[in-house]
């Protein structure tokens, strides 16, 4: 796997995103500057970590949405190239409309911080065997809406990959920590679902001094789904 | 001083805004030999300060340990630095931002978090960790509310946009902070041993840049409000207040990180308290050279700023440089790329002066500026300004003891013993303080081994030199108790020291280093300037019984409301290093059968002064005592019996007694593994101060029944009292069984209780 890492002015998760890819893919890593204009020809996985592009003082990923390096990701994405926006690079992949809906503030008004479980939905390149994960999320943004009309689409084209459910994988609204619509934590989106946004921070759960190493199924499956024919 | 005396024509009231004293304008007379003008006075009100000179604490701080074969930066520095082997370095602080948080808490928190990084990567390292510490007033006062949420907004917006792990910290409720709250950050980076920079401006000749924001009028005289108390009649100073953006301190950090990489810089300094005056005062002072700068050229976002103004400001997110001229325009392209303003101010010189030049009325931002033509504005000696502020050496006076107080009531039955200990974990002084950490990223950079909410924070940082990768591991405390110290500040402020360096120590890390945060009311109160010399004896006492310096620290003087001054509150943050992953360890119960043991032994009651006493009152009347031979001999002890891996689980006991460390074997387990519990024999003693006293030097471990044996024998070659408690049930319950009585804890309920401690604050 070669790996490129988009991190935008304010992006702050890349390194547990770089480290994430080595250690569980054995990815080739390129860090590719928000001001290039064309990702390397062999790159075969596009990460956006988290973090707070520009500051997020318009709008969480509002401004990183203009930048150069966004053309390129889209067209890899257009092309089915595989595409992980996590917290931050999520709301970035929304306002660049990669992704459907709006990523609003939790519905809490505080950032949270702390381990939550997701359940896995519809599948995807990015979706692991097991049905429910324990993955970390650290977002004050996350509460993913959309219209009714768009909430249907994506149930239709089966786009929602993860929900927020409890350890046991029922959802509920104490299992909510944002207050999500439908409990979406995680998007499909691009051709060929090959673009995953997600609110949970599946790197920061990869290795065993981080309390869990779900996250890693997530990068494995991604991994697997490049070998695959 | 009968010639200076008859120069003194200068107005009571502008001295008084100033808060420079007759004496002290008779002094920079003397000083200087003249009269200053209004510019020099204002850098000398600045500079003289409290905030700035310590010149009220300075001859009693000489006394605290500093050296240690590891120091490689002690005090007067950005922050101190450590070796930590393989070389590599910690550079680590605690700073305080209480007057601004009163008066603004979101920014004021914000700017005190963004300060205390900004002198970690002046000096080189990227920060790794933060902790905080917090004290509101009562949580029944009207405005601790607003204030919590606010502080633990503004250190969450900025810490968590610049993308630091908050790995623990600690937060105190307690009327006598009603009119007057603590906000104490701590930062820690590293770097590679052999380059750190250094706030010096050496070298004649080079080039003096500033780096980051543009300045503006925000936070001016904002470190003489610092050493100032609030009351009636007094201004809230809001304009005072400097604002946060986290943002563009990530990209100042970035910045300073790539000069320092490439060498570019020889000095860097934040401009922090007393912006560009404090910084290039001290930059020139260090290093014996003299500064010579040209206002006209400072980046500015307000119009028409005066030369005191721009002297002044503390706009946020700004460092001051020394560049070789050769190499300016190299460190202008990394500020481009960083989208920093970066301007040549200034030169070094020879003069061990402090000049300052501007053109009267120029505004670069007027539609049309005049012509620029400088002239000197201030002329000042640099010592004038810093070795020869006033160091006072000021009364003291012994507090006369406290009122007589109700005698010691009855102990109640072992069952209101129990409904007491729900009580107890529902305060939030006591119970999880998940409401606020959770509102801080604990995570970010992926390094986080041991999050808030246990005795130490853990983090991993992955090191690399000549080729070779390897991983460090660190953990931090922070802790400090102002209601002990207030009892006795002596022992009070030990304690501390010991509690911070215990809950490295129970966390499987060997403590290498502290930094104090000495908070107090106005030292011209007798009472409270005997507390600060008395607690820095302490601090100093324990720092030699544990072998550990102290390489930085911070003084916040008149934290006071209309006379009124808060507890005295010293705030010790402790570094440890952890040799191995495997020997971080966790207050929580791991296994079925292990033995529950107590090791130490208070060397009091524990009962005056602790959250039980605060709650309940029983007239106890033991003052605080620690004993430190206890302390070293119980840290070392369980040091080498976590290092021999002989303990399953390790825990301090602190704010709510043994009963609330027990319960946290249970309550500190992961709420989605299965719960354990334990069943404990309580001796025949007096219950309260067993279960509810707060006395130091003592640790509950479990350990595995095979293990015990050699436990208690080397405990007792180790000089370290040891005492059975129990063993861990796979019940959902903590039994306690007293004589013939017994009582029943539900961990559920327990767990709701503790997790539910800030339900009316949130």
């Known amino acids: 796997m070669h790996a490129a890492i988009v991190p935008f002015p304010g992006t702050n998760a890349e390194e547990e995103m770089i480290a994430a890819l080595r250690f569980v893919c054995g990815a080739k890593i390129t860090r590719v500057a928000h001001t290039e204009r064309e990702l390397p020809i062999d790159v075969d996985f596009v990460a956006l ?97 959309a219209d009714d009309e768009t909430m249907k689409r994506l149930e239709g084209e089966g786009r929602i990959a993860f929900r927020y459910a409890d350890a046991a994988g029922e959802t509920s609204r104490n299992a909510n920590p944002n207050g999500s619509r439908e409990a979406i934590a995680g998007l499909y989106g691009g051709p060929k679902k090959n673009i995953l946004g997600l609110m949970p921070h599946p790197e920061r759960m990869t290795e065993p001094h981080h309390g869990g190493t779900d996250g890693a199924l997530l990068f494995r499956a991604a991994l697997d789904s490049l070998k695959a024919p | ?472 591991f660190l953990a931090f405390s922070v802790d400090g108790n102002g209601r002990f110290v207030d009892l006795d500040a002596h022992a009070g402020s030990a304690m501390a020291v010991a509690e911070a360096t215990r809950n490295l120590v129970v966390a499987g890390a060997r403590p290498i280093g502290l930094t104090d945060g000495l908070n107090f009311g106005s030292p011209e109160n007798p009472e409270t300037m005997f507390a600060l010399s008395q607690c820095i004896d302490g601090i100093a006492e324990a720092c030699g019984a544990l072998a550990i310096p102290v390489v930085s620290g911070n003084v916040s003087l008149y934290n006071e409301t209309d006379g009124r001054p808060i507890l005295p509150t010293p705030i010790v943050a402790a570094v440890g290093l952890v040799d191995d992953i495997a020997n971080v360890t966790t207050p929580s119960w791991k296994n079925e059968g292990d033995i529950i043991v107590l090791l130490g032994a208070g060397a009091w009651d524990g009962l005056r002064g602790s959250e039980y006493e605060a709650l309940f009152s029983t007239g106890a009347q033991e003052l605080p005592v620690i004993d430190l031979t206890a302390e070293r001999a119980l840290q070392d002890f369980v040091r080498a019996e976590i290092k021999r891996g002989s303990l399953v689980s390790a825990n301090d006991v602190a704010d709510g007694g043994l009963l609330t460390t027990l319960l946290e074997g249970s309550l500190l387990r992961d709420e989605h593994a299965s719960p354990f519990g334990a069943a404990v024999e309580l001796p025949n003693e007096d219950l309260e101060a067993f279960l509810f006293g707060e006395s130091s030097s003592r640790i509950v471990v479990s350990v595995a029944p095979a293990q015990f044996d050699h436990l208690l024998a080397r405990a007792r070659s180790g000089d370290v009292l040891l005492r059975v408690l129990g063993h861990v049930t796979t019940d959902d319950t903590v039994r306690l069984t007293h004589e013939k009585a017994s009582a029943t804890i539900s961990v559920a309920l327990a767990r709701s209780a503790h997790a539910n401690a800030f339900a009316e604050l949130g």
Not at chain 1, 80 to 104: K, T, Y
Not at chain 2, 366 to 381: E, F, K, N
Not at chain 2, 434 to 453: C, H, K, L, N, S
């Open chain 1, 49 to 145: 970590p988290g973090g707070f592009s520009y500051g997020d003082y318009l709008r969480a990923g509002a401004i990183a949405k203009t930048a150069p390096i966004l053309e390129a990701v889209r067209t890899f994405a257009n092309r089915g190239g595989l595409v992980l926006g996590v917290c931050n690079g999520f709301q970035i992949l929304v306002e660049a409309s990669l992704l459907p809906g709006a990523l609003l503030r939790n519905d809490h008004g505080r950032f949270d911080c702390r381990d939550i479980f997701v359940r896995t939905e519809h599948r995807g390149p990015f979706s692991p065997e097991a049905r429910v994960l324990r993955l970390p999320i650290a977002h004050g943004e996350g509460r993913f809406h």
């Open chain 2, 1 to 472: 001083m009968v010639a200076a005396e008859s120069r003194l024509d200068v107005d009571d009231v502008l001295l008084s805004r100033l808060k420079i004293t007759r004496a002290e304008y008779a002094r920079i007379v003397d000083l200087l030999g003249r009269a200053p003008n209004l510019v020099e006075l204002g850098a000398f009100s600045a500079m003289w300060s409290e905030h700035c000179s310590y010149k009220s604490s300075r001859l009693h701080l000489e006394r605290l340990p500093s050296e240690g074969k590891s120091v490689l930066q002690g005090p007067g520095e950005n922050a101190g630095a450590i070796d930590i082997g393989d070389g590599f370095a910690v550079v680590f602080k605690i700073e305080s931002h209480n007057h601004p948080s009163f008066i603004e808490p979101k920014q004021g928190a914000a700017t005190g978090l963004g300060g205390i990084l900004r002198d970690i990567f002046a000096m080189g390292a990227r920060p790794v960790a933060t902790l905080d510490s917090l004290r509101f007033g009562s949580e029944k006062h009207p405005r601790t509310r607003a204030l919590l949420h606010g502080v633990v907004r503004g250190i969450g917006g900025y810490g968590n946009a610049f993308g630091v792990p908050n790995v623990g910290g600690e937060v105190q409720f307690d009327a006598r902070y009603d009119g007057n709250i603590l906000v104490n950050a701590f930062a820690c980076g590293v770097i590679e041993s052999d380059r750190l920079v250094f706030g010096r401006a050496s070298g004649v000749g080079n080039a003096i840049l500033t780096l980051g924001a543009k300045t503006g009028r925000d936070g001016i005289h904002g470190a003489t409000m610092a050493s100032d108390s609030f009351g009636k009649g007094k201004s809230a100073a809001r304009g005072a207040i400097q604002v946060g953006d986290p943002f563009r301190g990530k990209m100042l950090m970035e910045a300073c990180l790539e000069l320092r990489s490439l060498g570019l810089a020889l000095g860097i300094q934040d401009m922090g308290a007393a912006g560009l005056t404090s910084s290039s005062v001290e930059m020139g002072a260090r290093s014996k050279t003299g500064i010579d700068i040209d206002l006209d050229l400072v980046p500015r976002r307000a119009k028409a700023m005066s030369p005191l103004e721009l002297l002044l400001s503390e706009s946020q997110e700004r460092m001051l440089l020394v560049v070789r001229p050769e190499l300016v325009e190299k460190v202008v392209a990394v500020a481009t790329k960083w989208e920093l303003d970066c301007a040549t101010v200034g030169r070094v010189t020879d003069t061990t002066r402090w000049v300052i030049r501007a053109t009267q009325g120029y505004d670069p931002l007027s539609p049309s500026p005049i012509a620029r033509d400088a002239q000197i504005v201030c002329d000042l000696p640099l010592r004038a300004l810093t070795e020869d502020a006033p160091r006072y050496e000021r009364p003291m006076r012994v507090p006369s003891p406290s009122s007589t107080i109700a005698p010691r009531t009855a102990p109640p039955p072992l069952a209101v013993l129990c409904e007491r200990a729900f009580r107890l974990l529902r305060q939030p002084n006591v119970g999880s303080k998940a409401w606020v950490y959770r509102q801080y990223d604990q995570i970010v950079r992926g390094g986080t081994v041991q999050r808030p909410g246990c005795s130490a924070g853990v983090i991993r940082v992955p090191c690399e030199r000549d080729g070779v990768a390897f991983e460090k």
